[in-house]
């Protein structure tokens, strides 16, 4: 059931310098959600509950329809704040479109706040939105009413509070906010009016590489008032439709990461993908990717030499938990004991770096503190699902020397599995 009603719009911004959304581009929900519901859990509805600060309660009216922090009785000189936000997929390249309504439903809005934002999976925040009920304005990207004042008001909404309607698009490959409307009704179903002012950029509140989340926050002081949130919806659509990975002429691996985009390797004929999920000083243990990543993953790819692949550009990815394996976004300059991408006598694997070593974008290294031995050795061999791969071992014909899967050179002494002369021995 919904109490209040939305009009029309009082104010479209066309943000100059800004490119616009394309009539033919193709959006893909990544999350939705009008709290219609008989639990007032807000986990039931994807929400976790952030800071907290003073006597608030956040739960979902089921009646209204409508995820609410209420502030209970107030305590002359108390401040009281509440925060929570729901997860998505990583958008981490393309556009995003957000709509959402936002209110100050109470009896009186004197020095409350309301503000719904964008983040990544950390809270930095890109875009964020803010209503002041004590002033009736509209902030924009700031963390303080007393800049980025930008939009006005007018009406009864000081004592009435207000439902605002926002709808957002996000151009994240240029860090620009695209477009922005707002429309919005007073708690009697009135049309509030009012009037831009000081509006000059239309830049991410901060830099980020990809957004995952997005956030309700509100504060007051004084007085006893609830916020609400209601009618969510974001989608988003990738930039471009695939990236291109080419193995040298050398070898058949590479250790890989792309900053910007998510990518899908679920379907790459003749490429697969591995993440490191351990690594004890001698072994690194892989598990093969059959999903999309997100924008900045490390990764170790197995292909043919000589040989590009497109790889899709996914809307949006899982982030991974298990991996070890740390992304290069910019070249980075080695601690002792970190673990950079390499080969032994044709065996993928990692050696030890010294903290001279550097890392070129791109790539992906193993962080010394994800190596569990405390006696590290100079070359961790990879572990695919239970065997080490060689990609080549160059002997010439009168070369008897024998190595063991690690690449390592072993004498006649030695018992197992060794490769002599290019082929594999069991002794």
Same mark, same amino acid.
């Given at each position: ?22 009539? @033919? ?130 009406? @009864? ?78 989608? $988003? ?79 949006? $990815? ?24 390499? $080969? ?84």
């Amino acid at each position: 059931m919904r109490k209040f009603l939305f009009h029309s719009a009082l104010a479209t911004i066309m943000l100059t310098g800004a490119v616009s959304a394309q009539a @033919d581009d193709t959006y893909t929900t990544v999350f939705k959600q009008d709290f219609t519901g008989t639990s007032t859990a807000i986990t039931d509805y994807g929400f976790t509950a952030g800071t907290t600060q003073g006597t608030v309660t956040q739960a979902v009216d089921t009646e209204a329809g409508r995820l609410k922090s209420t502030y209970g009785e107030a305590v002359k000189g108390e401040t009281r704040s509440s925060d929570c936000y729901a997860t998505f997929n990583a958008v981490s390249s393309g556009k995003m479109k957000a709509t959402f309504t936002f209110a100050t439903n109470i009896s009186n809005s004197d020095d409350t706040y309301a503000s719904v934002y964008l983040a990544d999976a950390e809270g930095t925040k890109a875009f964020e939105i803010m209503y002041s009920g004590r002033h009736g304005y509209m902030y924009l990207n700031t963390k303080s009413t007393t800049e980025g004042e930008f939009f006005a008001l007018t009406g @009864d909404t000081h004592n009435r509070g207000c439902d605002i309607t926002v709808s957002v698009t996000l151009d994240i490959d240029n860090q620009k906010i695209t477009d922005l409307s707002i429309s919005s009704t007073d708690s009697k179903g009135t049309t509030i009016t009012g009037d831009l002012k000081n509006f000059s950029t239309d830049a991410f509140a901060n830099k980020v590489s990809s957004i995952s989340r997005i956030g309700f926050y509100t504060y007051g002081i004084r007085y006893d008032f609830v916020n609400s949130l209601d009618d969510i919806s974001v989608e $988003a659509t990738a930039a471009s439709s695939s990236v291109d990975i080419t193995f040298g002429n050398n070898y058949g691996y590479l250790s890989y990461c792309n900053a910007e985009q998510a990518l899908d390797f679920s379907n790459v004929d003749g490429l697969t993908a591995y993440i490191i999920t351990s690594a004890d000083g001698t072994t690194a243990t892989t598990e093969k990717v059959t999903s999309a990543v997100p924008a900045g993953t490390g990764l170790i790819l197995e292909g043919k030499k000589g040989t590009t692949y497109s790889v899709p550009v996914a809307v949006s $990815a899982d982030a991974i938990s298990n991996n070890l394996l740390k992304g290069v976004t910019s070249t980075y300059t080695c601690e002792e004991g970190d673990y950079v991408f390499g $080969a032994k006598s044709g065996t993928p694997g990692f050696y030890y770096a010294s903290n001279s070593k550097t890392v070129k974008a791109g790539k992906a290294y193993i962080p010394a503190a994800s190596v569990t031995a405390s006696a590290k050795s100079n070359f961790i061999t990879l572990n695919f699902d239970g065997t080490t791969k060689i990609s080549s071992v160059s002997v010439s014909a009168t070369n008897s020397e024998s190595y063991n899967l690690a690449g390592q050179r072993v004498n006649n002494s030695y018992n197992g599995i060794v490769i002599k002369n290019g082929k594999k021995i069991i002794k």
